[in-house]
């Protein structure tokens, strides 16, 4: 079993749904990240957060120490969040690396 | 400054041939960290240095695999020997060490790596 779990695998919507993805994790972590990567490899930190929710736009991120999960939404979404979401963890441990989920392929239709 | 860079952004090479990738982080970043990412997958971690420190390396990172960070700023990843299944995505990334040891991690585009 994978440290870091994230469903759906694959995800396609009508533009203007709402997405949920969810991530599952299994060790202690000091941080959860969540990334956005498009075709071609690029990498970009939407989220870095610990407790609680964070909003950007129409994105938020909720997690839940106790329950060892967190969510990504995404509020009316567009054919722009097309993109893998990737969610990973920096464990409490001591090390900083991340450990990272297989990711979420969203597929936004016009 | 333009981010974490990454070259070459793609190699192809044959079989048994040594291949060297170049990392260049943010430039204040005292953190520079090395993944790899084969089709499908999420990425893994290789090794982290701070500073010209290497801190850790993965049970992934074989002998053919060796990283450097001689003054702190760019990296180099060298693979010698190549072998098909290290066709892959090689990722660097860099943080700068704050108060908090969980710092963001910026990424660079990556280096994809095909091996013939």
């Known amino acids: 079993k994978n440290e870091v779990e994230q469903s759906p695998q694959n995800l396609t919507a009508q533009e203007g749904e709402f997405i949920t993805i969810n991530c599952s994790y299994s060790?202690?972590?000091?941080?959860l990240h969540w990334l956005q990567q498009h075709p071609g490899g690029g990498i970009v930190s939407l989220f870095m957060?610990?407790?609680g929710k964070k909003k950007h736009g129409r994105l938020i991120a909720t997690i839940n120490i106790q329950e060892k999960h967190s969510s990504l939404h995404i509020t009316a979404s567009h054919p722009r969040d097309s993109a893998v979401y990737i969610c990973?963890?920096?464990?409490?441990?001591?090390?900083?690396?991340?450990?990272f989920g297989t990711g979420t392929r969203l597929t936004i239709i016009p | 400054d333009t981010g974490v860079s990454q070259n070459p952004r793609h190699k192809i090479t044959k079989r048994g041939q040594n291949v060297t990738f170049r990392c260049d982080p943010i430039?204040?970043?005292?953190?520079l960290y090395w993944y790899r990412q084969t089709l499908g997958q999420g990425p893994e971690f290789l090794t982290y240095?701070?500073?010209?420190?290497?801190?850790?390396k993965s049970r992934l990172l074989s002998d053919r695999f060796s990283a450097e960070r001689p003054k702190g700023s760019f990296s180099t990843l060298e693979i010698q020997r190549t072998e098909q299944g290290d066709s892959a995505m090689y990722l660097c990334?860099?943080?700068?060490?704050?108060?908090?040891?969980?710092?963001?991690?910026?990424f660079g585009p990556g280096t994809r790596l095909t091996v013939l």
């Open positions: 957060l610990s407790s």
């Open positions: 990973a963890v920096i464990s409490n441990f001591g090390n900083e690396k991340l450990t």
């Open positions: 430039s204040e970043h005292n953190r």
């Open positions: 060790v202690g972590i000091s941080a």
């Open positions: 240095f701070q500073n010209e420190a290497q801190l850790e």
């Open positions: 990334a860099s943080s700068l060490q704050g108060s908090s040891y969980t710092d963001t991690q910026y």
